[in-house]
């Protein structure tokens, strides 16, 4: 059993910062890749940062220099660094593991900006 606990969303303003946090637990093995999702009202899941084993990252283009995905591996825990937040970035945001060919989702944080 795998389970990934997401914290940190809230209401921000236009410009500001958030940190979201991701805290897996569970029969860990052989992580590949951890990152994080959103999805907006109305809108398909779209991918917004992942980091794979070896350190590698990958983002979505709109969130490039503003966000920034970090793991602590000990502690199995993802972070995401949000800066200059937009209104267009709220969204709830999910955190994903996937390990084995196996994908796993957290419950998803609200993160909302306000203009």
């Known amino acids: 059993q795998v389970q990934l606990v997401e914290s940190g969303g809230g209401l921000v303003q236009a410009g500001g910062s958030l940190r979201l946090s991701c805290a897996a637990s569970?029969?860990?093995?052989?992580?590949?890749?951890m990152g994080w999702y959103r999805q907006a009202p109305g809108n398909q899941r779209e991918l917004v940062a992942i980091?794979?084993?070896?350190?590698?990252?990958n983002y979505l283009d709109s969130v490039k220099d503003r966000f920034t995905i970090s793991r602590d591996n000990p502690k199995n825990t993802v972070y995401l660094q949000m800066n200059s937040l937009k209104p267009e970035d709220t969204a709830i945001y999910y955190c994903?593991?996937?390990?084995?060919?196996?994908?796993?989702w957290g419950k998803g944080t609200l993160v909302t900006v306000s203009s």
């Open positions: 994903n593991l996937e390990m084995n060919n196996i994908d796993y």
């Open positions: 569970g029969m860990l093995f052989g992580i590949n890749r």
């Open positions: 980091i794979i084993r070896g350190g590698s990252t």
